[in-house]
């Protein structure tokens, strides 16, 4: 089944406790991207992928690092977590952005819950 | 960063009532998506559109690409109580390789 995994589902942990929140995709997705929901803001992308070893900031990527060794993964890290991190992150993948139909059509995980104490 | 301007924010409708929401932007977009997230879900993808004017359905929705480019609209015809949920528009802006999401309308429908 095509889809994308992001692990674990819910943490909960402590204030400067480095974590990883993992992200795969089967589809053989060149875009891949981060974003944290939090009620009455919607969906505020944190950082993306365009192809492997090529990742960019999106709109909020203070306190966040990723990385995009292979094609398939893109974690996402928190160095030093703090509680404004505390939120719902998703991940997502597409072919591409080219414009072209169906291109640029977001496949999201099912979402991390993470708190940060 | 940039965001779209989705309205309303939330809906409380009787099942068998049309829902009718809506976003905007500045500026001109590519391609206008609309998704929808049910509780413990990610967001899932229910109509794309690509052209200016534009008019798609999928079952009980409708979706339309606004003809200047800067809106889109979502209709759902006579509601049912699997309807709940946030529903967010996207957009890609013209010449950008970005999806913007706007902030989403969260629907509740009652029996």
């Known amino acids: 089944e095509a889809q994308v995994t992001q692990n674990p589902r819910y943490l909960i942990t402590v204030t400067g406790k480095k974590l990883t929140v993992t992200c795969s995709q089967n589809m053989n997705h060149e875009y891949m991207s981060w974003y944290r929901q939090d009620p009455g803001l919607g969906l505020r992308q944190i950082y993306y992928s365009m192809n492997v070893e090529v990742t960019d900031k999106g709109d909020v990527p203070e306190g966040y690092k990723v990385s995009r060794k292979e094609k398939r993964n893109f974690p996402l890290i928190l160095e030093s977590p703090s509680p404004n991190q505390t939120s719902l992150y998703f991940c997502?993948?597409?072919?591409?952005?080219?414009?072209?139909?169906?291109?640029?059509?977001?496949?999201f995980g099912a979402g991390s819950r993470l708190t940060v104490l | 960063g940039q965001q779209l301007n989705q309205s309303p924010q939330s809906m409380f409708i009787q099942e068998g009532e049309d829902v009718s929401m809506n976003c905007t932007s500045s500026s001109i977009f590519n391609t206008w998506l609309w998704y929808k997230q049910e509780p413990g879900e990610g967001p899932v993808l229910l109509i794309a559109l690509y052209k200016a004017g534009e008019l798609t359905s999928n079952g009980r929705l409708t979706a339309q690409f606004g003809i200047t480019r800067k809106d889109s609209f979502l209709n759902i015809s006579a509601s049912i109580p699997s309807d709940v949920g946030i529903y967010f528009c996207?957009?890609?802006?013209?010449?950008?390789?970005?999806?913007?999401f706007g902030t989403g309308t969260r629907l509740q429908v009652f029996p």
């Open positions: 996207a957009g890609q802006p013209s010449r950008t390789d970005k999806l913007i």
């Open positions: 997502a993948s597409t072919p591409g952005l080219a414009g072209f139909s169906g291109a640029n059509v977001l496949t």
